[in-house]
């Protein structure tokens, strides 16, 4: 089953504007990391942060991280068209082989309009 | 140029036909997956591999062999495709732990 859930599954907002997508998931994880995927193209990684991080910056990005409620947050401040895309998360999840079980989330497709 | 690379990019085949589709990282990384993504339900992961002959089942692998003979291919094998198995394909690797490189995807079509 799916554990990485994100929130909103569409976002649609004007350039210049802040843009936000929420994950939430299940069990525990090593690490949790954000993809961006253009048109059925190959995902591009973002952020990865680990699980004793708290908030980590990109450029643009900011990714936080709460494990005491399982959710996650990716901020893209000051969007542009160019950042039209499909945003994923998905958790490395801690288990028997500690890393490797990755489990994404459905996605969330961000359009900016011009 | 780091990059995974995946072959062939597009096939269209029929039932019971056997395929194989390739995938190489030149990055010398341990790691390597695959995941199917079909729509409404994101991207699951079939098979993933830690090291050399080290492979091990992700969420969906029913239908799918793998097999890691060398540290940079990671070969994706449909013994039987079915109509079912139509997606999009990705490879992917990296260093165990940290971000995923994917290749660009093959699109499958089982008739």
């Known amino acids: 089953s799916q554990q990485g859930e994100e929130d909103p599954q569409a976002l649609s907002i004007q350039e210049g504007e802040n843009a936000t997508m929420n994950c939430s998931y299940k069990?525990?994880?090593?690490?949790l990391q954000w993809y961006r995927q253009n048109s059925g193209r190959g995902l591009v990684h973002l952020i990865l942060i680990r699980s004793n991080e708290r908030e980590k910056h990109s450029g643009r990005l900011r990714v936080t991280l709460d494990t005491s409620k399982k959710s996650s947050s990716l901020l893209i401040t000051a969007s542009r068209a160019a950042d039209t895309a499909s945003y994923f998360c998905a958790t490395d999840n801690a288990g028997g082989t500690s890393y490797g079980k990755l489990t994404f989330g459905q996605g969330t497709i961000l359009t900016v309009h011009p | 140029e780091a990059q995974v690379t995946q072959n062939p990019r597009y096939l269209i085949t029929v039932t019971g036909k056997k395929l194989t589709v390739t995938c190489s990282q030149n990055?010398?990384?341990?790691?390597m997956s695959w995941y199917r993504q079909d729509p409404g339900l994101g991207l699951r992961q079939i098979y993933y591999s830690m090291n050399v002959e080290v492979t091990d089942k992700g969420d969906v692998p029913e239908g799918y062999k793998v097999s890691r003979k060398e540290k940079r291919n990671f070969p994706l094998i449909l013994e039987s495709p079915s109509p079912n198995q139509t997606s999009l394909y990705f490879c992917?690797?990296?260093?165990?732990?940290?971000?995923?490189?994917f290749g660009p995807g093959t699109r499958l079509t089982v008739l």
């Open positions: 069990t525990s994880i090593n690490n």
């Open positions: 990055m010398n990384h341990e790691y």
């Open positions: 992917a690797s990296s260093y165990i732990g940290n971000e995923q490189f």
